[in-house]
């Protein structure tokens, strides 16, 4: 049978823990468990099940039975996606 006495001690010893445990500082993983894309400047494909998918203006590369396998293009700098409608070549300038 437990006593009062020993009843009153663990819970205080219950009690130091929680609060024990309120005051440690929780620490979150640096690495997200999940597996994303390797961003790459040239895709290829890896194996046979792999394919090219383009999304979003970029180019993936999906692989169902290798999930390791997704890779994504890099993105392009916005000057180098500018549509030039006046583009001329000559020795001398018009001004």
């Known amino acids: 049978m437990d006593s009062p006495l ?8 219950l009690l ?3 609060s024990n445990q309120l005051l440690v500082p929780t620490v979150s993983p640096m690495l997200n468990p999940a597996c994303g894309f390797k ?7 890896r ?9 979003h203006q970029r180019l993936y590369v999906i692989c169902k039975t290798h999930p390791r396998h997704k890779q994504m293009s890099m993105k392009k700098r916005e000057r180098n996606t500018w549509i030039l409608t006046d583009a ?3 020795p001398a300038r018009a001004w």
Do not use: E, I, P
């Open 16 to 18: 130091d823990r929680s």
């Open 47 to 55: 194996c046979k099940d792999c394919f090219f998918v383009v999304r």
């Open 88 to 90: 001329t070549q000559g």
């Open 39 to 45: 961003v790459k400047g040239h895709l290829k494909r």
């Open 6 to 13: 020993a009843n009153q001690t663990s819970k205080a010893l």
